[in-house]
């Protein structure tokens, strides 16, 4: 229970929000509370997150369904938050789901995207969007997941709408009183993790593991989300999944690019993509499977997609894991 508590309050971020805060004691109440909210974007515990949560929890009543256009063949499922699926939004805003379809050969796999904007890991199970894709999986199919720009934060502060979950991958809980009085048991960021790759193998489909795109202010030096990714690494080497490096490979082609060029790939201060930026994360993405043992979606690319060289990283490590097998082969 002690790591999850500490999830909860008493984090470097929070204690120096109130040490700014204290050094506001000249200001008048107000002031100070809206210069202590300038501080927008605070690093802790290896991530990049919202002392006031600003990002926005996308209305699923208002995103379009997507279908399997074909039963017969397999299904590269697609799972993440807004940075895999935005849907424009008016304003020029799009993930990488959205721009990885050219890249396979959809006369041999389904690619269906059933990311949506808002949800951390926590809430994406418990409004029950997992089970939905769960439902859909057969055996033969892929899964690919990516979260973590919605599950950092304190478990139980309303600003951060329910997403937090608990940090590292044990199966430590802590119990979360939300505004209209219910309670929910909130488990780790690995717990929900490996929930989902369990859920995928259980039903003869590849789980596949990747750490989130980085962030515009947190390529250039050092990297973004090493917590994150380390729990992605170790939930997919204990539940047989897939996994690779999707933080790093984008951060690594990036460099290659240039600064110039990926700020012409942010549609806003530092998290989402433009169209041009989607497509680009989309074929790091096809560059990371490429990486994996085996290349298991060898087979399903198409000529875009088989043009895309594999990621090969100086320093980092690839999980070794196979592919799972179909329970009926």
């Not at 808002?118 to 994406?124: C, D, H, I, L, V």
Request: charged share 25%; aromatic share 10%.
């Amino acid at each position: 229970m002690k790591s999850l508590q500490n999830w909860r309050s008493g984090s470097p971020a929070e204690g120096r929000i109130h040490n700014f805060i204290g050094k506001c004691g000249g200001l008048p109440a107000a002031a100070a509370r809206l210069t202590a909210h300038a501080f927008v974007f605070i690093f802790a515990t290896g991530f990049l997150f919202a002392a006031e949560d600003e990002r926005p929890v996308v209305d699923a009543s208002k995103v379009a369904v997507e279908k399997i256009a074909d039963a017969a063949l397999p299904t590269f499922h697609i799972v993440g938050d807004s940075t895999v699926r935005s849907g424009g939004t008016g304003v020029g805003l799009w993930g990488w789901g959205e721009r990885i379809a050219p890249f396979f050969d959809t006369n041999k796999i389904n690619v269906v995207n059933h990311a949506i904007g808002g949800r951390s890991a926590r809430t994406y199970y418990t409004e029950g969007r997992w089970q939905k894709v769960a439902d859909a999986i057969k055996p033969g199919d892929f899964v690919i997941v990516q979260f973590g720009h919605n599950d950092q934060g304190r478990i139980g502060d309303p600003a951060m709408k329910g997403r937090p979950d608990g940090k590292g991958i044990s199966d430590e809980t802590v119990e979360d009183t939300k505004p209209d009085g219910t309670k929910e048991l909130v488990h780790t960021f690995g717990w929900y993790m490996a929930k989902f790759a369990g859920d995928a193998e259980a039903k003869g489909a590849t789980a596949i593991i990747c750490s989130p795109i980085p962030h515009k202010q947190r390529w250039e030096s050092g990297r973004d989300f090493a917590n994150i990714a380390e729990w992605d690494e170790q939930v997919a080497k204990n539940n047989g999944a897939l996994y690779f490096d999707l933080t790093m490979v984008i951060t690594d082609a990036y460099k290659k690019v240039g600064k110039e060029k990926v700020e012409a790939f942010f549609a806003d201060k530092g998290t989402h993509t433009t169209d041009s930026g989607a497509q680009f994360n989309a074929a790091c993405v096809i560059a990371g499977l490429k990486s994996l043992p085996n290349d298991p979606l060898e087979q399903f690319l198409s000529e875009k997609g088989k043009a895309v060289e594999p990621y090969k990283p100086d320093m980092q490590i690839i999980s070794t894991n196979t592919p799972a097998k179909p329970i009926n082969p």
